[in-house]
């Protein structure tokens, strides 16, 4: 018995380090690759805005693709596993690619910068759709459905912290490392080196990761998608709890983006460079660099604790409910941050908010999963079809449109209210620049109200979502008898083979 707990303790983990690789990538894409872009790479804020919706539109559009085609793999690793193997090395490439500066004229940058960007997200869907998609077939439990996503989201928001934490650090330990190695008086590392030697280190991580995941987790259920592809799409199309998660993720991911795009451009103009957050221990006192990095990897802890969380709030409110709720408490958060002073005390109240609005997120990123394998459960029961990968494509489609509008719209808000970029020399030396007045105050507004509104936009859209605990757990017993009764034509029809022969 202890050796099956042991074991299944073993795939939870094993599934965790999948989503701890996707998010390393996925967190560094979404905070630090619109202020790349802008400031460091040398686009303007237009180009970038537009490169950034164009590119994750195309991403999402992918992710169907990407399900349909997993739906029906068939090997003896099983139908979404093989796929962990067989791109994760791609995807390490991809990551490289995509932060590295060229030194060519700015239209073949631009070019550059679409060609690497759509190489990186299709490599993207390619790995992470499966792995998503293996959760409807490890488990016919939804209970354990929610552990497993319990342990995807707490390893990803660890990868996301380990990544965040580092990158500023690794990015200065680099360039550290060109000033001690001087030639001719300059420095053989610019800023744009230390960002793609920042990506290689967390690259070769991703890669290790997922093939961790790979070896550690099995496809326990087998499902085989017997209709067309056209009625495969019909049925999703006609699903209305898909519907309704596709609006409530997406809205979800937005907030996630809105935010997180918004804090380097928020730490460089509004906290400053030099900002400290000052500690008193007894008789000593010392201060740390308040910087984006700790913000952010401050908040990756709040959304491990969270996670730790959903199972039992999931349990005791209902996913439904507990989506709500988290969504309100969102809401009042973000406004609040709005009124925080530029302060000292104001920068530990900051922090303290951010951990709150992180423990809250972390709820709801399992939740949001779990609420998926829900929905692939009610489609394979209402329109007898093992879509499973389409499902949860769908599910990484709302996630790649909420960061598309989200990170374009950052782009383009800031570039309508004339904010000034950094140019590569500026961003080596820390330059404070004077921005107009409205930039700062769209700044606050995209780290307070603007997430606001979404959260309610959230609340809305799920209130009308139909599959309540009660509803699930009809769902679950009208599915294993129809599995059994399925099983049992497979053996009769087995047997009748075997006689005849």
Known sequence: MNKVKGTQVTRYIGYGFGDMSSSMFWKVFSYYLPFFYSNIFGLSLVDAGVLVLVTRIWDAVSDPMMGI????????WGKYRPYLLWIAPLFSVAGILL?????????????????????????????????GAMLGVMTADPQEKTVYSSFRMFFAYGGSFIALAAWEPLVKWITANGQSSMV????????????????????????VLFLLCFALTRERLKTVSTVSIGSDFKALLSNRPWWLMIGAALCFNLFCTVRGATVAYYFADVIGFDAVLGISLFTSHFSILFYAGLFLSIGEVANMIGVACTVPIARRLGKKSTFIAVNASL????????FIPVSPLGFWLMLLMQVVISMLTGIMSPLVWSMYADVSDYAELKYKTASTGLIFSSSSMAQKFGGAIGGAAVLWLLGACGYVPRTDEQMAAQTVLEQPESAIRVLWYLMSFIPALVALLAIVVARFYPLTTERMTEIDRELQSQRALEDDADKEVHNRVGSAV
């Open 69 to 76: 085609i997993a739906d029906r793999t068939q090997t003896r």
């Open 184 to 207: 001719n008086g300059q420095s053989s590392i610019s800023t744009a080196d230390a960002w793609q030697g920042a990506m290689m280190v967390v690259a070769a991580a991703c890669f």
């Open 99 to 131: 932060f590295t500066t060229p030194d060519w004229e700015y239209g073949g940058k631009l070019i550059y910068a679409y060609v690497t960007y759509i190489l990186m997200m299709t490599v993207y869907t390619a790995i992470n759709v499966p792995y």
């Open 331 to 338: 809401m009042v958060c973000s406004v609040l941050f709005f």
